[in-house]
């Protein structure tokens, strides 16, 4: 795993810009897939992931210098943080200027974590939703948020790491300054907790799949 | 349990079982209980929730894949609707899911299309969908798969058509390209079928099912099927309808209908697929024809579908299914939603789709020309097995840049083709084909090789339209603007040239155009809001050297060898370029030190390879001693920057390239020495650089030089010409012709010489030989080891060792042939097997069958390209030498028909450039050779004529020319000969 940070600090100091394209280009369908479950549900409509991930380009062309001089981060999981900072930026001017947005929110949301949330029990919901129902209950919606949010912020964002970002442990354990060993026991209390979350949404919505 | 890291042993488990699940796999918990007791409780606890998460993170991302993104709602496989049984899910795609059902009354097996409620959306748009889908089963053509009908039973909107047993044309995209080539075009049914796993849906074994293996064997023609080959209004419907038992045959037959599902079955490779592409497959003409014929055939439908006033909307490689028969059906008739994109264009993640939708149609237009665009971009992802618009270019918003040329990718696609495809595919619909039928009929007029109707998209019209759509290009900054405009112009003179001269026939050209825009266009679609001065500066650069890559690749006789060759084998052409294009190029230098001036960056390596591509004009042009000015300047400039950094392989390499030209400037002049000195500095830096001998690339380029070394040693020990029985004069022998440098003793006898020469050869051979077994699909190499092979022949010749010198010749003349096979409509091939045909005659009769087709293939060069010189120079030749042939035999009388034919060529080259002392000489020659039959046949007058117009001529040269030593020698015998015939 260092061998690869290594090796991508390496090119970067090397080929700079060139190294930079591609390996964005190399991590491209991984960072869409993050943007997509990050983006603020409310917007998704207007906001596209892949203008997101250009925006994020020119940001992170901008500050490579600064990659480059830190060595505590690998490439990958800065690249995350500056394409994520990227989509709060974007977000941020989606909802200044288009202020009627705000009045179609449906469920409230306060902060990144509810955004986690929200974000989990919307992908959530649309697999639990049972093959009758085609519109999904916004009753149900709300529970299952507000049980998701009742866990633990970080067990809950381990959660979304593992899953839909589809990160490592090691790298999971980056981002959330943990250790190793601490990253995957949280991950697996997680899990369990979900787990007993789900079945409980599962049988007050009857029978599912 | 001891694991590697600090983590719970069942976060190991944890992490497997998801990575199955995201394989597409159905992992069950139970499993790991079984295998894992010991934490059996915590996997009972923790899996589920896992399996849930996963399972939704991949169905959100099968729906951003297929296009689906505002239905995650999952619907149910209902047992019934209407008089439809339903039997199995064959297929989930953005518009619902696909069943295979039993139509109880009728007892036949059909398709069943559930309109996921969520696209059906309000009561308004249900309306038009079932309107659409009335006016879809109006619909009668041999092409279209029949709709039934349409119904409603719980709720659910859906509607029946026939099941088509076949695959789709995405699927075979997909195969084509994740599959090796060689599993591809195994001639052996049996084994290409056994592994259908990797391309055909599902686990379960499907006996009789015609898979996508067959299909695409069918389309390479490896498997005839009843269609493919013959005409299209003969394909066959399958109807099942007269089936005894329909429920009873439904395991055996699978009838199989697959809409919009290539993305579902593959889930996990997106990342892979441009990797994938770009190693490919081959195509052959069987499967290329194949694919224009069905693409016809489903314009034919499309344009009877269009006549009824019904567009599709949503023609994709998803859509069009190719069944056993070889018959191509269009599914899913004018069911896409109406005008209603709003979403589309906003979400932008229904890339799926939207990968086919013309400009037009995202603006909620849409006419029969928006049906053409689709099939055009389908036809172009047939042909070069990738979209040819990739996401970020489809979602960079108002602007769709024009798709890049499909023969950048694929050289192997005719150009009439790549013109009609293009031409479908051009995002202003009034220029486009105008309708269906269009599009068919120049197909169809390709297929029978007949001219076609479209143009080439010509460059001023491209850099004018992309301006158009580019108006980023404002804010570049002015001295860039100034280039850009230098450019343009530039561009448009080469167009200009290029429609005089040359035409499609220019690859490299073609190539640097294509450059020059996608750089552009990527920057373009970059900027967004900011425009970076040091970004503006590489584009300004690198347009730059497109610019002038390819003003010295125009008049180069087809360079279709990858961009390994690009130092060329052949000597470049003249005729096309005029000294129009060295005013303009030193403009554009100006603008280029302006450049280099207001910017900090180091500019010395840009510099200096500007400084060799005018050299390279310069040479183009005849001007030879220019060119070696500025060579010599460029490789000075070299120098002085690869003395800082010594370790840079490529600086080597653009020294090679340098030399190499000098050689070839040397040799156009007479001077070979020069020249054979300029290779041995070439070789020696080759040599001495361990980074060269590490790549591919430097090996090839020393292999080149050892071959050309090989040559010029060959010409200067023995010059096949002065073999020629010489019966009226004196012969002068090549040993006296020798003037080599210093280092090359004169005591070297012939066979010692020969020896050396057969060292080397040994040498290029294996380098070229383990290369080529590196890199078996490299033409570059193939071509340079038939030259090596050649070589090796005529040294087996000068000792005499016949066998062996037949071998090799066979050899060589075999990898050429197999090449002139392969690419039949290039000439650089043609022209290397006439050379090589052409080569050395032992004056046996075979070799007259050589020198007859080798004639046949010049006169077809110089006919098609009567400016290229090289090509009117190797006819020339051919003749002279068939001309001593017939000598030999004893035909003086067509011996000399022949030689004033070569007579004409030589004094056209001659006079049309007088810089090249190559041509004067050959001139020269075939005056003496002439001058030999009129002495023969008692016609001094005429004999006399030729010498004295030939020592004239030469005198001519001797005055200006820095190479005395040749002329002189030449001259001398001239003299020597026009003397013994008195006055």
Known sequence: MNG?????????REDGHTALASLFSTYHGRLEKIIRFRLDPRIRSRIDAVDVLQEAYLETSDRLQSFLESTDVSFFVWLRQQTLQTLVDVQRRQFRQKRDVNREIRFASTGTSDGTSLSIAQFLIDQLTSPSQVVVNAEEMQWLQEALNSMNGVDREILALRHFEQLTNNQVAEILGLTPTAASNRYLRAAARLSEILQRLNSNTGPAR | MLLDDDRHPVDHLAEEFAGRIRAGESPQIEEYCRTHPEHADMIRSVFPSIQMVERASQREEHHHRSGDSRSATVLSMPKAL?????????????MGVVYEAVQKSLKRHVALKVISALIAGSEKQLKRFRREAESAASLHHSNIVPVYGIGEDHGLQYYAMQLIDGVTLAEIIHHLRIAPPDTVLAGDTTVAVSAPGNCTSGNKPRP?????????????????????????????????????????????RSQTYIADTIEDQTPGDNGNEEQCAAEGVCLNLAYIRNIARVIANVAGAVEYAHRQGILHRDIKPANLILDRDGTIWVADFGLAKQADLEGVTQTGEIVGTLRYMAPEQLRGEADVRTDVYALGLTLYELLVLKPALNAPQLLSGQSRPCVPRLRTSRPEIPADLETITLKACIAEPERRYQSAREFEA????????RPILARRVTLVERLWRWSRRNPLIASLSAATMLLMAAIAIILGIGNHHIREALDARNIEYKRAEQNLFEKTLALANVERERVRAETNLDLAISAFEEVFNNIAARGRSDSLLDELSDEDLLPSADAVLSSADVTLLETLLGFFDRLAAENSKDLSTESAAARRRVGDIQQQLGRLENAQQSYQTALDAYRVIAGKRPDDASLILAQAGILHQMMLTSAKRGEIPVAMQKLKELRSALTASPAVNDSANGRFVLANAINGLVSFGLRTAVEPRYRLKNRSFNRTGPANNRTGPANEPQALSQNQKLRRETDANVEALEILRKLADEEPSSVAYRVALAQATKDKARISQLLREWNQADEAMAAAIGILEDLQKEFPSSDRFKYELADTLSTMPTFRPTDMQRLMRAQQLCRELVEAHPTVPEYRGLYAATLARIAGMQLVQGKTERAEETLKDALMHHQQLADQFPDVLMYEFALARTLQQLAHIYADEKQMDLAKGSLDTAITRLEKHSSRSRVRNPVVLLLNRLRESRSKLGD
């Open chain 1, 4 to 12: 690869t940070h290594d090796d991508e600090r390496r090119m970067l």
């Open chain 2, 82 to 94: 209407g008089d439809f049984q339903i039997i199995r899910e064959i297929g989930r795609g953005g």
């Open chain 2, 442 to 449: 120049d197909l169809r007029r390709f297929l029978e090789d």
């Open chain 2, 208 to 252: 009789r099912r015609f898979g996508t293996v067959d299909a695409v064997l069918q389309l390479f023609g490896t498997i005839t099927s009843a269609d493919m080959l013959v005409l299209p209004e003969s394909g066959l419907s399958v109807d099942l309808s007269g089936s005894p038992d329909p429920l009873a045959a439904t395991h055996v």
